[in-house]
């Protein structure tokens, strides 16, 4: 029987035949807009709710815009920074303004994945961290794709190393098929792949899970949607996207 980590996302862990097996590191991988930075955050409230502490590395976003898009959802994480649960690791700002200052956890040269490494691993041992989100890795590699997989693979290494189940967020653009970089599909050990598809004149939610080593789980296009309280998985309806 293969360890899980439930993601407490309302129908995920349904169509994952129940949850990700322990020290995954899986791609969390869609076009804009899709739902990858909410999926992920709310993997780290769901977390925090059952005591497990959780770390968020900003790439894309500001530290506090961050944590200002959590408390759309109520997920309001103040209280879990003070007492040393959670962490937003800020590797967005290089330091750059007065916000900045106040970070505790701030990556100097973002551009660098040794120096991410360095002080993502720093958050996890300091808050015992057992789910990591990374949001989002293709901002390492978009200007170099040749260098996508070890960035993956280093990563992962860190991750599953130190116990924890993560997600790294992986931006494809609208049209692409793929999950986003040459190899990186492989190194990761699954992929959930969120789209938003225009069907008879209207924008629909659905997720696929596309790999998931150690388990089987469903194989269908299931709907899913997004409200303020965050996303919602159903598991009994299958989308059929027009070819
Ligand atoms: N309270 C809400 N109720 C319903 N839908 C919402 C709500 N808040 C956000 N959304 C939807 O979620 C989308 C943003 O989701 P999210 O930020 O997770 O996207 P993303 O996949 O991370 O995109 P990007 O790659 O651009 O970062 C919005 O475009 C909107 O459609
Ligand atoms: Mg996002």
Redesign the pocket.
Same mark, same amino acid.
């Not at 869609?30 to 955050?41: F, H």
């Given at each position: 029987m293969v360890e899980r980590v439930k993601t407490g996302v309302p129908g995920l862990d349904e169509v994952l035949n129940g949850g990700i097996p322990k020290r995954s590191i899986i791609l969390i991988a869609?076009?804009?807009?899709?739902?990858? !930075? $909410?999926?992920?955050?709310q993997y780290l409230w769901n977390g925090l709710q059952i005591g497990e502490p959780g770390v968020y590395v900003a790439l894309?976003e500001h530290p506090v815009q961050v944590r200002v898009?959590m408390r759309?959802?109520n997920w309001d994480v103040k209280s879990y920074e003070a007492k040393g649960v959670f962490a937003v690791v800020d590797a967005f700002t290089a330091g750059v303004g007065e916000a900045a200052k106040r970070e505790k956890y701030v990556v100097k040269d973002p551009t660098d994945v040794g120096t991410i490494v360095d002080v993502v691993r720093q958050a996890i041992s300091d808050t015992g961290a057992q789910r990591v989100v990374v949001? !989002?890795v293709s901002t390492l590699y978009l200007t170099k794709p040749s260098i996508a997989r070890s960035v993956v693979l280093q990563l992962k290494k860190l991750l599953s190393g130190m116990g924890t189940t993560s997600m790294l $967020?992986s931006?494809v653009s609208v049209t692409e098929r793929g999950f986003g970089g040459p190899g990186v599909e492989h190194a990761a050990d699954g992929i959930v792949r969120?789209d938003l598809d225009e069907i008879d004149g209207e924008l629909v939610r659905s997720l696929i899970i596309w790999k998931m080593r150690g388990t089987s789980h469903s194989m269908k296009r299931h709907l899913f949607? $997004? !409200?303020?309280k965050g996303i919602v998985v159903y598991p009994d309806k299958v989308v059929k996207l027009k070819t």
């Open positions: 869609g076009g804009p807009g899709t739902g990858k !930075s $909410i999926m992920g955050m894309e898009n759309q959802f949001d !989002s $967020i931006q969120l949607e $997004i !409200s303020d």
